[in-house]
Structure formats: C-alpha cells, structure tokens
C-alpha cells in the first residue's frame, strides 16, 4: 500500500524531529567536552621516556592518544557530570563518611603507566591500550574513611548507578594497587573515558576493574550483586592473561622481515616474547624499555624467512612465570585464549 501524502509529511516532519534531536545532543555532549578539558592539567606532563624500540612503521606507540584509546560500555553516550557541583562520596560501613571534590583528590594524585584490557579482546585485536594515568591510590582514600568490621567489597557507583565491585582486603593492604583515576595522558578524564573519575585496577580486565562516571564508592558486605554477575560472567576479578601482538611483519627482497608489536602481562610485567615461523623453534626478540610492569612494553626483531608463504606467530612470557595460553577460546567466561599470527611471502 503506498503511502499517502499526509503520511508523507508526517513521515518527514518526525525525520526532521529525531535530526534536530540529535543535533541537539550531540551540541550537548561537544558542550560537556569542552568544560571537562577546562578543569585543567591532569599530570605533570612529564615527557614519555623512549624505549629504545624507536619509530617502526605501523607499530603502536609507546602511549595511546586519549582519541585511540578503545571505548566499551554499556551506555550509548557518557553521562554528562559538572565538575564544580560532583563530588566522590565514601560511605557505607565505614568510621568516617567523605566527600571529595576534583581538587581535593588532586591533591592526592599520583601519575602511573598501565594497560588496561577488554575481556573481549581476542588475540590481535585493539580492545588495549596503555596511559599515563593520574590517581589517587584506593589505599588512601580507605585509610581516610576506616573500614567497618563486615566490609568485604568495594562497590564502585556510576553517577547513573551501574557497579562493579572489588574484593575489599586486597585493595585495603595495597596487595591489589587500585587507583581512583581523574586523569588521563596528562590532562583530565575525557568523558568517553570516564570524566569526573573512575576506579582502575592495573591487571584486571576492564569489565571488573571498576566503573566509569563514579559518584561514590560504597563499603559493604558479600549481599551486593553485580550487572555483569547477573548475566552470567564469574564474580571474582578475572586477571589479564599474557598476551603478544603483531603490529608489523614487512619484507625485502632479501627475504629478512622486521617483525614488531606489543606484549603485556600486568601487574607483573613481561619478561619476554618469542615468535615463530611455521613449526620452527620459538625466538626471542628484542624488548623495548619497561615503563612499568603494569604498562605494555614494545618488542622488534628482523628474522630470515625462506621463500614460500609462512605463519609467524608470537607469544608473550610474564616476569611471574606464566606462557601466553596457545588454545583459542572465547572470551566468556574467563578471557580469551590463542596466538597471534600473521601470514607473510617471501
């Protein structure tokens, strides 16, 4: 049935209305940007230390531009939060209740490299990156508040209410270093990544390590459920397993390729990487210079390889000891498993 000329213009004037709309919102959220960079430096801005890995085509800097940095949520756009009016606020079974403000925590804030990992992160893909990130340690901020005998968990609390929570000893003692992050790269949280604050755990995969937006870290007992335990996924922290990439596997005519990426294994760090070619025996490779254990480290190496078509592929070794896992498996429910390999012709 073709449509009419009324339903035609109301077809067209309802298009009209969702475009404005979402002129409108996307006004908002460029408006909200620009009020969360005015906060100021977040960091000393130090410059990064080189690696000694240098400028190879094609391989990953040392540190993720904000912009690159990968995004998963569970929210279609950021909560938009005014920084003069936000406040962290701890509470539950704690002695003392607090409310800090951006500068108090500032004021308290220490800058630290780390890679932070996505549970979906399948082998090779971008859902990793590394910062320089400002914080203050949650060690701290509980010796302020005093745990209440019974406190057992750490909820962190999204301004729109979404949690994730953390067992509360291992943070409490430091085993654990977790921070309340306010600063990203040397300038603050962009919104997308967290803006005013978010809680990170070097080591952890994303989904556990702690929520974005937060408003308030909670204290409380083991009856707290999380959103991701409801749907299935374990709920004890899963820790990033070592795991290499290949950014670059070029060639000459000589059949000598430059083979270079990244490994990581934090909060350990990565002790070494070996490639592959075919079924050959595994070779170790250059490392870059380690900013942190928690960070990502740069790797290169140039190898032979004879002529024909070939599979290079790459593991990462962890200081603590751990292989990286050679069996493929999905990302539920404990992370993902494999190698990464790339296919060259010589």
Not at 116 to 129: D, E, I, L, Y
Not at 184 to 211: D, K, T, W
Not at 297 to 302: G, S
Request: glycine share 12%.
């Amino acid at each position: 049935r073709k449509p009419t000329g009324h339903g035609l213009l109301w077809a067209a004037a309802g298009t009209g209305m969702f475009a404005a709309a979402e002129t409108l919102v996307r006004r908002a959220d460029r408006s909200h940007r620009e009020r969360a960079r005015k906060v100021g430096p977040m960091g000393a801005h130090v410059p990064v230390p080189e690696d000694g890995i240098g400028s190879e085509p094609g391989l990953t800097s040392l540190i993720t531009p904000a912009s690159k940095f990968y995004v998963a949520d569970v929210n279609s756009r950021p909560p938009r939060v005014d920084p003069a009016g936000w406040r962290l606020s701890i509470g539950g079974r704690v002695a003392h209740n607090l409310r800090l403000s951006l500068a108090d925590l500032a004021e308290q804030a220490v800058e630290f490299d780390a890679v932070m990992v996505c549970v979906h992160n399948t082998v090779g893909s971008g859902r990793c990156a590394n910062a320089r990130w400002l914080g203050v340690p949650l060690t701290a901020l509980l010796e302020h508040a005093v745990p209440e005998s019974g406190a057992t968990r750490l909820v962190t609390r999204a301004v729109d209410g979404y949690t994730i929570s953390l067992p509360l000893e291992p943070l409490r003692t430091g085993e654990w270093p977790g921070y309340l992050v306010i600063g990203m790269n040397g300038e603050p949280l962009p919104p997308e990544h967290g803006f005013p604050a978010r809680v990170f755990v070097p080591g952890i995969y994303g989904q556990y390590s702690g929520a974005k937006w937060v408003g308030e870290l909670e204290l409380t007992d083991d009856s707290h459920v999380d959103y991701w335990w409801k749907r299935g996924w374990p709920a004890e922290p899963l820790w990033v397993r070592p795991q290499a990439r290949i950014d670059v596997a070029s060639g000459s005519g000589s059949g000598k390729f430059t083979v270079a990426g990244v490994a990581w294994a934090p909060p350990h760090g990565i002790s070494g990487v070996e490639i592959r070619i075919g079924e050959t025996d595994w070779l170790p490779v250059e490392l870059g210079s380690e900013l942190a254990p928690a960070a990502w480290r740069r790797w290169r190496t140039i190898v032979d390889v004879p002529p024909g078509t070939h599979t290079i592929q790459a593991r990462a070794i962890s200081r603590s000891g751990d292989v990286q896992d050679a069996g493929e498996r999905p990302p539920f429910p404990i992370g993902p498993g494999g190698l990464h390999s790339v296919t060259v012709t010589a």
